[in-house]
């Protein structure tokens, strides 16, 4: 959580850190992508670069952090030494995604859906692209779709890319989850 205090892009106004509890993960989703030059796998190695040197300062005054650079490692490294999963990063549009696996899962009682996701998850039907999602819904903006629709429902594992290796892909489609699906179907997560 801190990490993404320090890194968020507040230049993206409305753009909130989400956290969101699923059974098996925790995901944390800061805006901003990766700052020019700096990749996963750097941040992997401790890497770092600071956007926001300021947040970045008080934390490490605050005893919060112990220097830039250690928190991905120190991260992996604690996920190794329990036995879980090695955590996920992600960029996903214009945002950065962790996914940090629990030991075993919990049972989470309910997600906020709200009623733009429930709109788009009624029109998804099989595979579709972007702009044919945007279309079905009568929506031009492509920002705020993302926003509002598409980031949404993606962090609630609604729906998934079907290419997620490959986010920004011209040919990136959606589908439904099988969570998805019985949102659809029955209306609940």
């Not at 029109?123 to 819904?137: A, C, F, V, W």
């Amino acid at each position: 959580m801190i990490n993404a205090l320090v890194h968020a892009d507040y230049s993206q106004r409305g753009a909130p850190i989400r956290i969101a509890f699923f059974d098996d993960r925790i995901e944390i989703e800061n805006p901003g992508i990766l700052l020019p030059g700096m990749t996963i796998e750097d941040m992997k190695q401790g890497i770092s670069r600071i956007r926001n040197p300021v947040i970045a300062r008080f934390f490490r005054e605050m005893n919060l952090i112990e220097q830039w650079g250690t928190g991905v490692q120190r991260m992996f490294k604690q996920a190794q030494e329990l036995g879980l999963p090695e955590p996920g990063i992600l960029e996903l549009g214009m945002r950065v995604r962790f996914i940090v696996f629990l030991a075993k899962q919990i049972q989470v009682q309910s997600e906020q859906v709200t009623p733009q996701v429930t709109r788009m998850l009624k029109k998804i039907d099989g595979e579709m692209s972007r702009s044919q999602l945007m279309q079905s819904l009568q929506l031009k903006d492509r920002v705020n779709f993302s926003r509002t629709y598409l980031e949404p429902a993606l962090a609630l594992n609604l729906i998934e890319m079907t290419q997620p290796d490959s986010p920004k892909s011209p040919t990136q489609k959606y589908r439904l989850t099988a969570k998805g699906l019985q949102f659809k179907e029955n209306g609940m997560v």
